[in-house]
């Protein structure tokens, strides 16, 4: 993790990596805090401007003492990932809880992540990631990833071993914890030991060197506007834009652009290994300790001076996008009048009845497609009329951009989701989400009218595929 800046403001390689453990010590420049007001107020999640679109948020305006919500995040807790590197990879010494002395809603519109000590000297915090991992630029358009963050407010030596973070990973990840850094990661906002900086980070391609020299990655800091990190909150914006060749990754900290990488800088296969995959999931977290605090500080951390109990205050994270082909919906078009469905006509898959983890988008075909479509999601078709006489099988038209070794099958049920599959077919990489191929599957009897339901199954948890309609075959 060398070089290691001299003042917080230069730029930086310096950032949170799954594996980065050998550092050269060195000893960061002291800083002064500057007087600021925490500004704890809520607000809102800001209405996009002309042209952009917001795609997923959340405000965290839930009551006092409660876990932000099961629907948009995954708590992590441990030290690792199951079969995942230690310490998560980056030395850090605490344990992550689902408690709420650790994660919770303030009731006044933020969510608190609080590292606290035991008596015993054991550091515990909190860190959690988007149940969502899909997040990436529609096809010739700009992704926006936004939070408006307060840093721990603590500085020098009660700060040491303070490593508050809000990130992206590459969707991949999930399950795999070996493919790092070949599939992404977007540093938005890091800092360590209460200096008045942020870093903004991108990590990629091979480990170590490769195009973003890891283990450092390629990244920039500058101190925050006006108010210190510490002492004030400030929006943490990153934005990946495919609408301009070579397409560009920008970070931004209240609007001021302060690092760009380009993708002529990244180089292939690495740009595509990191933006051909499904998208990415965000996270937000406090370590404490670790590789980055290390280094800055020239010796372990936490130490004996580190205080307890200072939180990262999360105001909201927001994700919008702008341009290119249209933004996933989760609204499916009207299912046919009448509500009964010829099994033999194409049924297009985005007229579902109901569904669990299907998304809607634009599909280059014309209309509309289901995506990001992984283990355990379904789509249910009400009211579908096979007849008196069975059909010999179906056809799905289905395309997958889906990484290499990631695969699953496309399963019809009757009835139930849980429903022993009366057919199915298995499905990689087809070229791309959007390039699509007719794929027959052989189908058990089945008479007259049922619930049918596409189900989704595969032994990674990643996204493998998107489907724009079905039908079955006499």
């Known amino acids: 993790m060398n070089p290691i800046p001299a003042a917080p403001a230069a730029p930086t390689t310096m950032s949170r990596s799954r594996r980065r453990l050998g550092l050269t010590a060195a000893v960061l420049a002291g800083t002064t805090a500057l007087a600021g007001v925490s500004m704890t107020a809520q607000a809102a999640v800001p209405t996009p ?29 441990g030290t690792s990932y199951p079969g995942g590197p230690a310490n998560w990879g ?33 550091w515990t915090s909190a860190r959690i990631e988007t149940v969502r991992s899909n997040f990436k630029p529609p096809s010739g358009g700009v992704l926006a990833i936004e939070g408006r963050i307060q840093m721990p407010d603590v500085t020098g030596a009660a700060a040491a071993g303070y490593w508050p973070a809000f990130w992206a990973l590459g969707s991949p990840y999930r399950g795999n914890y070996q ?56 929006t943490y914006r990153f934005e990946w834009d495919t609408s301009v060749s ?6 931004y900290v209240d609007g001021q652009q302060f690092h760009t990488v380009t993708q002529g800088q990244v180089g292939e296969p690495y740009w595509t290994q990191m933006t051909s995959h499904a998208g990415y999931f965000l996270l ?49 078009t009207t299912p046919p009048p009448g509500g009964v469905r010829n099994a033999y006509a194409t049924i297009e898959a985005e007229s579902f009845n109901a569904q669990n983890g299907v998304q809607v988008e634009t599909c280059t075909e014309g209309g509309q497609d ?45 009835d139930s989701p849980t429903a022993t599959p009366i057919g199915s077919f298995a499905v990689g990489n087809t070229g791309g989400w959007q390039t699509w191929r007719s794929v027959p599957g052989n189908v058990g009897a089945v008479t007259g009218r049922h619930t049918v339901y596409l189900t989704f199954s595969s032994g990674q948890p ?7 309609w079905f039908t079955f075959r006499r």
């Open 49 to 77: 401007p002309s042209g952009w679109s917001l795609v997923w948020s959340d405000d965290f305006t839930g009551a006092a003492g409660t876990l932000p919500s099961s629907a948009n995040w995954i708590v992590d807790t």
């Open 90 to 122: 980056t030395g850090e010494i605490q344990t992550y809880t689902s408690s709420t002395a650790n994660l919770a809603q303030d009731g006044g519109g933020n969510l608190r992540i609080t590292p606290l000590k035991d008596s015993a000297g054991r």
């Open 179 to 234: 493919n790092w850094p070949g599939i992404g990661e977007f540093d938005v906002m890091e800092n360590v030991n209460g200096i008045n900086s942020v870093w903004g980070v991108l990590h990629c391609g091979v480990a170590p060197g490769g195009p973003c020299d890891e283990f450092n990655g390629r990244g920039a800091s500058r101190a925050c506007p006006g108010s210190t990190c510490q002492s004030a909150f400030h």
């Open 246 to 251: 070579p397409q560009q990754l920008r970070w």
């Open 284 to 332: 937000l977290n406090v370590a404490m300790g670790g590789g980055f605090p290390d280094g800055v500080a020239g010796s372990a951390t936490p130490t004996g001076s580190t205080v307890s109990g200072r939180p990262m205050l999360v105001d909201y994270v927001a994700v919008y996008s702008r341009g290119g082909g249209g933004n996933p919906s989760p609204t499916p």
């Open 370 to 414: 289901i995506g990001w479509l992984a283990n355990g999601d379904w789509a249910r078709y009400d009211n579908v009329d096979f007849g008196s006489t069975p059909p010999r099988d179906f056809v799905a038209r289905v395309a997958s951009g889906a990484a290499a070794g990631v695969s699953g099958l496309v399963e019809v049920r009757v």
């Open 462 to 468: 990643a996204d493998f595929v998107n489907v724009n």
